[in-house]
């Protein structure tokens, strides 16, 4: 059983075009995390967050703890965003998603 | 760049060898993660480090794998009598976390992995 589970698994989007990725969980957690993946493996984090809202440049994320569910919203897409995005909530350690790979074509 | 190095960032063995990785994290930094990640998944937990302090295995750490943080600074993971199916990325992050603070929720600084394939 998947604790974490993302959507879509894949994705390709024209440039400019609004973007969610959805990450539902099924563990009670403290935080979550949005983390984005470049070819290569490098792992850099987006956001922490453990209630509302945040936003940052384009990226907006949200999550609902008592739904167990999160969104990561990309405005104004990019082909710079191509990626995969993994979301990661958190107990005492990382689960993880199997990530979404984005896809932005000019 | 992160701040966290891993060496070496590839590895190809023959199966039956030992290898060992090493993760240098960020100084200040009190707690450190090992993850592997499988092409097409998302990282997968193996262990962590609060000091030098080992807290918790996954049980995906089968007892060919071993990890010290002897002076809770840098980190090593070796991986005895290798088999083609531990071929993988293995990542380390690192975290400050405040005293008495028993989960960790703060942002992790991913290192740039050491790509194992064992053939």
Same mark, same amino acid.
């Given at each position: ?60 994320a949200t ?34 998603g199997t ?8 | ?18 290898v060992t ?26 262990? @962590?480090?609060?000091?030098?302090? +080992? #807290?918790?295995?996954?049980? %995906?750490? $089968? ?6 943080? !002897? ?18 990325? @293995?990542?380390?992050?690192?975290? +400050? #976390?405040?005293?008495?603070? %028993?989960? $960790? ?6 290192? !740039? ?7």
């Open positions: 059983k998947n604790e974490v589970e993302q959507s879509p698994q894949n994705l390709t989007a024209q440039e400019g075009e609004f973007i969610t990725i959805n990450c539902s969980y099924s563990v009670g957690i403290s935080a979550l995390h949005w983390l984005q993946q470049h070819p290569g493996g490098g792992i850099v984090s987006l956001f922490m967050l453990s209630s509302g809202k945040k936003k940052h440049g384009r990226l907006i999550i609902n703890i008592q739904e167990k569910h999160s969104s990561l919203h990309i405005t104004a897409s990019h082909p710079r965003d191509s990626a995969v995005y993994i979301c990661a909530p958190v107990l005492n350690q990382f689960y993880f990530g979404t790979s984005l896809t932005v074509i000019p | 760049d992160t701040g966290v190095s891993q060496d070496p960032r590839h590895k190809i063995t023959k199966r039956g060898q030992n990785f090493r993760c240098d994290p960020i100084s200040e930094h009190n707690r450190l993660y090992w993850y592997r990640q499988t092409l097409g998944q998302g990282p997968e937990f193996l262990t @962590y480090f609060q000091n030098e302090a +080992q #807290l918790e295995k996954s049980r %995906l750490l $089968s007892d060919r794998f071993s990890a010290e943080r !002897p002076k809770g600074s840098f980190s090593t993971l070796e991986i005895q009598r290798t088999e083609q199916g531990d071929s993988a990325m @293995y990542l380390c992050a690192s975290i +400050q #976390l405040p005293p008495g603070d %028993l989960q $960790s929720t703060d942002t992790q600084y991913f290192g !740039p992995g050491t790509r194992l394939t064992v053939l």
